[in-house]
């Protein structure tokens, strides 16, 4: 009886893994997806970045996916989980953004969100590795820099600003030494993001906390209160990262209304 009920158990499994890896390029794409409009939780990125990573394994020539996987990977272990994941997890999530990206960049050398979201996961590795690791490479964000600008310099709510002023924050010592950035250039940058897309909260966030060590609280606070005031949905694509934003700046205001 018992070989019988592992028999059934293993064939159940069999049968299970079948389905799941017996599904189409598309019907894969379609389950990621799914869960890629749900991407508030931990839990549905993890799983849409599961469907994604199967879609390219069928597909080794798509690119849209690749991005998209991209952008999941960097969402979930640079943002949303950030200050939740190990250090174990964030890193594999962030590799894997890489290697999507650069197997972008093997199809379409010059491909903007290849070259944006390989930045992005590269800078996360030094983050979640420490700062002062050695593994950032001016070299490879400059080049990136580049070939996302001369493709599409507004691409993601003027992310490549954005990059550039959250760099001048997260390492003022060494581009203030070095390249003489400050965080009034950090601003500038947030400014030219802003002009891109006004309605995308991570840009007024990261905004607020230069202008919180500048010590300049009013200006910090004129920026989370226009976030928690404006509603997630005016730029509809973004709504669920504008959410999360949302989030960062009530809990900031608090503490500067303290």
Known sequence: MIKVRNFLFGL???????????????????????YFAKRSTMENCLKSIDYYS?????????????????????????????????????????????KASEEVLKMDPRNP???????WSLAGVTVAEGVLSGGYSFKEAIVGTIFVANGDINYFYGGIYRYWARVIYEIPGILGKFFHFSEPDAIWLYEQALKAEPNFFKTRFWMAESYVRMKDKPKAID?????????????????IENRFYQEQARKLLAGLEQ
């Not at 799941?20 to 997806?33: A, M, N, S």
């Not at 989370?224 to 005016?234: C, D, G, H, R, V």
């Open 12 to 34: 159940s499994l069999s049968c299970l893994c079948f389905s799941v890896h017996g599904q189409t390029f598309e019907e894969l794409v379609k389950k990621g997806d799914e």
């Open 54 to 98: 199967q879609a390219c394994a069928l597909n080794p020539k798509d690119i849209p996916v690749r991005l998209k996987l991209g952008r999941l990977a960097y969402w979930t272990a640079g943002e949303l989980g950030e200050k939740t994941m190990d250090k174990k997890q964030r890193l594999e999530l962030l590799r894997k953004s890489v």
């Open 113 to 119: 969100g290849g070259h944006y979201w390989r930045m």
């Open 223 to 239: 920026q989370l209160k226009y976030i928690i005031k404006t509603p997630a949905e005016s730029l509809p694509d973004a709504q």
